[in-house]
Each structure stands twice: as structure tokens, then as C-alpha cells.
């Protein structure tokens, strides 16, 4: 792989780790509502990705609602979970989505599973827990629901990636209008104080909307599918275990998290686990969500 595919992934992934900093500052200090921040997420991508709506998928509904589970749906939940939640916590407990994937594949589609990616499985299951247990992870744990809650609907969404014919690109511009059909009136009526923020810091808040919506919704994930069409899977795919470290590492350095052994120890656990899943061959499901299942 040469060194610009390698420096550019890099960069992918500490866009997404920014952006758990970034929606953390959004929805906490800022006091943006989650539901509403991430509609309006939404519709910044839709802006520049409108062209790619068409030509209409023939399984459009379908590509839709996957969209709605891997984008704007996830994303919301992760967004509620970062009220109360750090973002080195939210960090390690989004690698249960990667075990949760797999376990949701071997149900609904008869993902057929080795020694291997059974402790694989538990590795990440056990190293979650640890962080969960830990003093970081437990006074949030409010928090840590709705990150859990996000993994499961992001999985459930990637299981289905496999099955629809939008590419890349095109998932993402019709996931960005699913979620934002999806989530703007639903914040309209179970949210509140949708003015106040955005006025008492515009550029505050228009500069999370651009990163979060511009920068790593179009541009990070444009990277990472590129280089998976020109590399293989292998290849690509371990880069994305990069971002909840580089979360946990952000996380200490720009909020202030208390980080403690636990919390490390937890999320080193997982991480071996996850990287065990990465690697392993999948038939049902693809794996280049496996790990990153928000678009």
C-alpha cells in the first residue's frame, strides 16, 4: 500500500476520533439538542451529496432504512450517550459493536463461526466490560447506555450492507436523508431550546456541523471506501481499529477524561478481540463496517 493511501487513512481516522470530541462539545457545552445536532448532520451531507441520490436504487427503501441504522439512527443515540458520557469511554465501549455484528449475523443470517472468532467475540465482550466496570466508564454509565444502544442499531444495520446495491457514496447520501426524514421531526417533538444554542455561539456551533457532516462524513469516509476500492479488505480494514485509541488519546488530552488502568486495560482487551474479528474472513456480512459502523 504506498505511504500517501497510508497517510490518508490515518488522517480518516483521526477525523473520526475528532468528531466524538467535536459532537461531545456540540451536545454538552454548546447544549445543542442530540436528536436536532444530528439532523442537521444530516443535512449538511445531504448539500453536497444530493447528486449521488441518483439514479433511484431499485431497493430503495431497503437502502434507506440500512442507511437510517449505519448513519443519522446510530448517530443520534451516540450523541445521547455523549451528554453524559467521556468521549474515551464512548470510545472503547463503540468497539462492542464490532462482537455485536458478528453475533447478529450468526442470527438473522446464518453467519457460520470458527474457534477463532469466538474468542475473538469474548476477547471484546470481556474487554468492554472492563471498561464499563471501570470509575471512568461507571460514573457515565447513563451515557454508556445509549453508546450501546447506538452499537446495536449500527451493527444491525451493517449486517444488511452486503445485501443492497448502493455503493459507498450513494449509501451515504441516502443514509444522510433517511436520517434526516427520520430525525428532524422526531426532535421537533421530543426536544426543546433548538434557537438558544445556535445563537448564543454561531460559529461554534456551524463549525461542529461542518466538521462532523463535511469533513468526516464526506471526505473521512471517501478516503477509507477509495482505498478499499483499491486495496484488499485485509489491508484496509485493521486501519480503522486506529480511531477508538486515538479517541481515548484525545479524549485525555482535549476533555480532560480520567483515564485510569482499568479503562486501558479494558479497551486493549477489546481491541485484541476486535483485531481477531477484522482479520477473519466473513461470508455473510461485509467486514469494512465492522469496526466503523457510522457513516
Known amino acids: 500500500m504506498p505511504t500517501r493511501t497510508v497517510l490518508l487513512l490515518i488522517l480518516a ?45 431499485r431497493d430503495w427503501l431497503r437502502t434507506a432504512l440500512v442507511g437510517l441504522a449505519i448513519g443519522g439512527g446510530s448517530f443520534a443515540l451516540f450523541a445521547l450517550g455523549l451528554q453524559t458520557a467521556s468521549p474515551s469511554a464512548a470510545g472503547i465501549v463503540g468497539l462492542s459493536g464490532a462482537p455485536m455484528t458478528v453475533l447478529l449475523a450468526i442470527v438473522l443470517l446464518g453467519e457460520k463461526v470458527r474457534w477463532r472468532r469466538g474468542i475473538g467475540i469474548a476477547l471484546a465482550v470481556t474487554g468492554v466490560v472492563i471498561a464499563i466496570a471501570s470509575p471512568s466508564g461507571w460514573e457515565s454509565s447513563g451515557g454508556v447506555a445509549w453508546i450501546l444502544v447506538s452499537c ?21 447520501a441516502w443514509s444522510a436523508l433517511a436520517s434526516f426524514t427520520v430525525l428532524m421531526p422526531l426532535a421537533l417533538v421530543t426536544e426543546s431550546n433548538f434557537v438558544a444554542p445556535i445563537m448564543a455561539d454561531p460559529l461554534a456551533v456551524i463549525g461542529c456541523l461542518i466538521f462532523a457532516g463535511l469533513i468526516v462524513s464526506v471526505y473521512a469516509h471517501t478516503i477509507y471506501f477509495n482505498a478499499l476500492k483499491a486495496h484488499d479488505a485485509n489491508l484496509v480494514v485493521p486501519f480503522t481499529l486506529l480511531h477508538p485509541l486515538m ?46 459502523s457510522r457513516l
Open 247 to 292: 479517541t481515548v488519546a484525545l479524549g485525555a488530552w482535549l476533555t480532560g477524561d480520567s483515564v485510569g488502568w482499568p479503562l486501558l486495560i479494558g479497551g486493549g482487551i477489546a481491541v485484541a478481540g476486535v483485531a481477531i474479528l477484522v482479520v477473519r474472513p466473513s461470508t455473510t456480512f461485509t467486514r469494512r463496517l465492522l469496526v466503523r
Open 152 to 172: 446495536l442499531v449500527g451493527a444491525l444495520g451493517s449486517i444488511y450492507v452486503k445485501r443492497i446495491e448502493a455503493g459507498g457514496r450513494q449509501l451515504q
Open 13 to 57: 481516522n483521526l477525523a473520526w476520533a475528532l468528531n466524538v470530541i467535536v459532537s461531545k462539545l456540540a451536545v454538552e457545552d454548546l447544549g445543542v439538542p442530540p436528536l436536532f445536532y444530528a439532523g442537521l448532520r444530516a443535512l449538511v451531507t445531504i448539500i453536497v451529496l444530493a447528486p449521488l441520490l441518483r439514479p433511484l436504487p
